[in-house]
């Protein structure tokens, strides 16, 4: 069985919404705004590229991230790797053709289907209204966080809240910078 893993900036109230500057949201770019830049911080993102061997999107995403990253150097390792879009509402003509091999899955059920196939670990990036339908499924194994020192308030939130039974989470790896992320690495326990 194949891992899943979910990457996301988040601020310490669960906001994962606007990051890098995307447009419509109050806060957009909070990631830089007000946090000095470490480039120690990051390091994380390189390894994810290095340890991937799948992306998986929602389709809001997917449309944010495709016009871009295919040409990003920063990027460069998942220009060649498979990606999975979910979606119900796209179609392989709304792909792009200069990003490598794109599936479109229809259901979280299809993402379930393909962790049973044979592979090495799928990064999910951005992606927060199929975060919480995943997470919410069981089907997320890992979270990769960048946990900024910022309350956000309103905005799009990384963890459901689906009332369910408490999901514990083991920590493996954690790390604190002079800029006041936090790296945070959780397994989830089952």
């Known amino acids: 069985m194949r891992t899943l893993i979910s990457s996301a900036f988040v601020s310490l109230d669960g906001v994962v919404e606007g990051p890098g500057g995307e447009p419509g949201y109050r806060n957009s770019g909070w990631t830089f705004k007000d946090i000095e830049f470490v480039p120690e911080a990051y390091e994380i993102k390189g390894r994810e590229q290095d340890e ?3 992306m ?3 389709r809001v995403s997917y449309e944010a991230f495709s016009p871009v990253w295919p040409d990003m150097e920063d990027f460069a390792g998942y220009k060649v790797m498979p990606k999975y879009v979910v979606s119900t509402t796209m179609s392989d003509g709304d792909l792009v053709s200069n990003w490598g091999e794109t599936t479109i899955l229809r259901s979280v059920e299809e993402v379930a289907a393909l962790k049973e196939t044979e592979g090495g670990p799928i ?3 951005g992606s927060a209204a199929l975060n919480r339908s995943l997470s919410d499924a069981g089907l997320i194994d890992r979270y990769h966080l960048l946990v900024f020192p910022l309350l956000l308030g309103a905005g799009k939130r990384l963890f459901s809240e689906t009332d369910k039974d408490a999901q514990k989470l083991q920590l493996v790896e954690f790390e604190t910078y002079s800029n006041g992320v936090q790296k945070q690495v959780l397994d989830v326990v089952r």
């Open 123 to 125: 990064i999910i990036h």
């Open 56 to 58: 998986l999107l929602g």
């Open 52 to 54: 991937a061997t799948a």
